[in-house]
Structures are given as structure tokens and as C-alpha cells.
């Protein structure tokens, strides 16, 4: 006799992130696998609030139709989701978290299917299960630049043209006899000599600019998965044939 383990999934919304945050501390450190625990929103978004993603996310719940809009409410105004699936033996540790840390509890229980196959009485259940693609979007960092700028001095070089004047002192033989105003030519010569020495002076001047912005591309990409579903297979025991579509 085969049969299907029971599991149970609790969600429910936490309008204060910290206090989602220490409910999944305590739950890990109530037993609770960490991979078991999905978070949505707050500081440990999952995704960027793209409606696929977040039916991705409450489909893996299993989250009805009228508390996904609840709960993407609660999302929208910047609570917290967290939701656990586990087996129904911790339900009540996972329960006492919850209250513990003053959740909106969504869903308390959801039950998955069981079965007992092989039973000579009653009627079994055999749950047919195929799962659909579901396909969202978020945004990611794809690296970038940083532009700035620093000083670079480089040496340089230019010959100019410089002009000089030199006093000349130059004695000459006369021997003439000398006269009344040689003698009253007494007074002090001076004479000065000029030079040109290098100015130097600079202008600065924009020669480029360097313009910084992005562009925005789009493309299209092809999601490859294996989807997985279940087929039920009948056979038939015995010998005897019967001819009664009812008996197939």
C-alpha cells in the first residue's frame, strides 16, 4: 500500500519587516528547513514587482486568487510575504511563530491531496498534476563606467629671439693741445644697456567633451525548461474479459 506524505503550507503577510525577518530566524531555529521558508518583499525581495513573478511566486504557494490581490496589496505598501511549506508535524511551531512576531495570517492550512492506492473498498484518489511555464522578468546590474578626471603636466620647450645692449668703454689717441672748455667738461656720463628676458604666460582652452548617458536596447530571449506532469496508467487484472465499457 503507497501513500501520499501530507504537507502543509502556511502564508502570511507581515506589514513590519523586522519582524518578518526574526519570524524566519525562529523558524529555522524551530526546525523549519531554510528551503522550505520563500520570502517576498521587504529588504529580501525575491523580485522587482513584476506581475509574472509574483504569480510564479504565490503559484508555488498555492495562494488562492482572492488572497493574491490581499497579499499584493500588503506587498505594494512595503510588508513583507513569507510562506513555508513543511510537513504538517511542524505546523504548530510554524503557527506559534507567526503569532509570536504579530502576522496577517493568510492561509493557515492548505493540505495537499492524499491518497491510499490499493484498497479493497471505498474510492481512491489519484491526483493528475501538470505544471505550466510561467515566465517573469527582473532587472539586474550589467556593470558600467566611471568617468573622472585628473591633471597631467608635460613638459615643453620653445626658442624666442632675446636682444641685448652692452656699454662700450673705448679709449681713442687724441694729442691735440688742450683748450678752456676741455677743461669745464667735467660732468658725470652714465649710460645703461637694455636686455630682453623670456615672459611666459598661458591660456587654456576646451578642446573636447566627453558626454556620459545611457541607451536603452531591447531584445527578445528564448526561456528554455522541462515541464514536468503526470499520466495515469490503467491496467487491467484478471483473465476474464467483459464487454461492458463500464468494466474498462
Known amino acids: 500500500m503507497a501513500e501520499f506524505s501530507e ?22 531555529e524551530a526546525g523549519v528547513p531554510q528551503s522550505a521558508i520563500s520570502v517576498m518583499g ?26 493574491v490581490r490581499m497579499l499584493t496589496t ?6 513583507t510575504v513569507v510562506g513555508v ?17 504579530a502576522a496577517s495570517q493568510v492561509d493557515e492550512k492548505v493540505v495537499s491531496p492524499s491518497a491510499t492506492l490499493g484498497t479493497s473498498s471505498g474510492t481512491a484518489v489519484v491526483p493528475v498534476i501538470e505544471e505550466d511555464l510561467l515566465v517573469g522578468k527582473r532587472e539586474i546590474e550589467r556593470g558600467g563606467v566611471r568617468v573622472f578626471r585628473h591633471l597631467v603636466e608635460t613638459p615643453v620647450s620653445q626658442t624666442v629671439e632675446l636682444r641685448e645692449e652692452h ?4 679709449h681713442r689717441p687724441v694729442g691735440r693741445p688742450a683748450t678752456e672748455a676741455d677743461f669745464k667738461t667735467l ?26 548617458g545611457k541607451e536603452t536596447t531591447e531584445r527578445t530571449e528564448r526561456v528554455h525548461d ?7 496508467e490503467v491496467e487491467r487484472l484478471g483473465t476474464a474479459r467483459s464487454s461492458d465499457p463500464r468494466d474498462i
Open 7 to 28: 504537507q502543509t503550507i502556511l502564508v502570511c503577510l507581515f506589514h513590519d519587516n523586522e519582524n518578518a525577518r526574526a519570524a524566519v530566524r525562529d523558524l529555522i
Open 187 to 212: 660732468e658725470t656720463i652714465e649710460r645703461t644697456g637694455m636686455a630682453e628676458v623670456p615672459v611666459v604666460g598661458k591660456t587654456a582652452h576646451v578642446v573636447e567633451e566627453v558626454l556620459v
Open 167 to 170: 656699454v662700450v668703454i673705448e
Open 42 to 67: 521587504g529588504a529580501t525581495a525575491r523580485n522587482e514587482g513584476s506581475a509574472a513573478t509574483n504569480q510564479i511566486f504565490f503559484a508555488e504557494l498555492k495562494v488562492p486568487e482572492s488572497d
Open 226 to 232: 522541462t515541464l514536468r506532469k503526470t499520466e495515469v
Open 74 to 79: 500588503g506587498l505594494n505598501h512595503g510588508g
Open 85 to 101: 511549506k513543511a510537513g504538517e508535524s511542524l505546523s504548530g511551531k510554524i503557527e506559534a511563530v507567526f503569532r509570536k512576531h
